[in-house]
């Protein structure tokens, strides 16, 4: 899939499946973190295995159980950074080496469908508000969806790297026509408030794709600034 592919550099590995299809029989050491969830759960869950799997095969790794933790995060192996994302009808999934200079990735896949209008006040800053009442009326919604994805794909990306449990007014995201800026709000371990960080987004073939990278140290991250991003554009 070009389009998850152009959301990272070389040396990550990416891949994608549909949830509904069949997929390879799923890992024993993996089934106990889903046995009594819905079916269609399992299948999403034993896709986005597959994905990553996949994802780790492109780089020269061999494929491995990738178990959940308490917080149901993926646990890599040793070395291994990655994230899964999924919605109803398509799975992915991105990894990279640690050796490559890669802290974390942040993916995530969302419908290109309008995001309901209840939820807006809940996920989007007075600031992203108001940029949202400045684009056509037609696209508001969908872009408040694109906005909502960045969010996500940022929050899984610094999670593992310093363990806070952002909130969605904690973010403000500012979408360009392939990329998004993130400007924290709040500071979150080693991530100082005000730092912004860039990804990349695509809205094709019925998808919003956003994901992030981050590089690490041992003192929780080495984050690059950008300071002349507009966040209004």
Excluded at 213 to 229: C, D, P, W, Y
Aim: with cysteine.
């Amino acid at each position: 899939m070009e389009a998850l592919r152009a959301l990272f550099a070389e040396g990550v590995g990416t891949a994608c499946c549909d949830p509904r299809a069949a997929v390879a029989r799923p890992y024993r050491e993996e089934e106990r973190f889903v046995e009594r969830a819905v079916d269609s759960r399992r299948r999403e869950f034993h896709a986005g295995r597959a994905c990553a799997r996949m994802a780790m095969s492109a780089l020269g790794l061999e494929g491995v159980a990738i178990p959940a933790a308490p917080d149901r995060a993926p646990v890599w192996p040793e070395g291994v950074v990655g994230s899964i994302s999924h919605c109803a009808t398509l799975c992915v999934a991105a990894v990279a080496l640690v050796r490559d200079g890669y802290g974390s990735i942040g993916l995530d896949v969302e419908p290109a469908e309008p995001l309901p209008a209840d939820l807006v006040e809940t996920i989007c800053t007075p600031e992203e508000e108001a940029w949202l009442g400045r684009q056509p009326p037609e696209r508001r919604m969908l872009l408040a969806r694109a906005i909502f994805s960045a969010k996500e794909s940022l929050y899984k990306c610094q999670y593992p790297l310093t363990g806070v449990l952002l909130d969605f007014q904690d973010i403000d995201i500012a979408l360009h026509a392939s990329s998004y800026h993130a400007r924290f709000r709040r500071d979150a371990a080693g991530i100082a408030r005000g730092t912004i960080l860039e990804g990349r987004l695509t809205i094709e073939d019925g998808y919003i794709l956003t994901g992030l990278t981050m590089t690490a140290s041992r003192h929780a991250g080495l984050f690059r600034r950008l300071e002349t991003a507009n966040l209004t554009d």
